[in-house]
């Protein structure tokens, strides 16, 4: 009789996965953020990101240390009324919108021309963004270029997500699109997708010089 073969499976011994390949902090649970302190900070990120701002922008603007703005905008923290106000009235923002989330009736047949190297320009670790039309306030959508200076996924703490959708086309070089529930494409100069924001997803550059891609956002859009 022939002898026989038991699987790794059989043996007890895990298969690796695209999952079990990615770095040991992607694979991490996140706390879910209360709810209340999580809505108010993704409105205040929004009107930040609007008015073509940094957090150190806004920082400096209000007295209200980086750290601190940076823990409400992520749902970490729940300011205090006199942190509130300060932020309000230092960055010149509607708290009334703030709390409601109600706007106003944006004008009607508004345009934004944005002339090359004239964007609002935000540098992160991974990403140096020139955000685009910023002159327009209450916008359905973020446009914004982008150079990518990630060059592997152990460059970000985890997945970015966020609420929305976005889509991505390449202006020059090349960049790998990771995705919380697809294997990871590259994408060249010209190409593009389009994908769900809630679904986690990192973006590195795998060409010899950044990569610069054009960014458009909807929803919430949380800038790591």
Known sequence: MAKKTLSRTEMGEAVPTRTSLLPAHFSKPEPPAPDSSLDLGQRLKRMRLESGWTLEDVSQRTGVARSTLSKIENGQMSPTYDVLQRIMRGADLD??????????????????????????????????????????????????????????????????RHQGEEFI??????????????????LSEGDSTYFDSNMGHAIISVSKEDAEILWV???ITILK
């Open 95 to 160: 708290i009334v919108e703030l709390f409601e989330g109600r706007r106003q009736s944006a004008p009607f047949g508004r345009r934004s021309v944005t002339r090359r190297g004239e964007g609002k320009i935000h540098p992160t670790q991974t990403y140096r963004y020139e955000v685009l039309a910023t002159d327009l306030s209450q916008k359905e959508i973020l446009p914004f270029k982008a150079r990518v200076a990630a060059r592997s996924l152990d460059d970000f703490a985890g997945w970015v």
């Open 169 to 186: 086309c390449v202006l020059s070089g090349r960049i790998k699109v990771f995705t919380e529930f697809y294997e990871p494409v590259e």
């Open 217 to 219: 956002c909807t929803g």
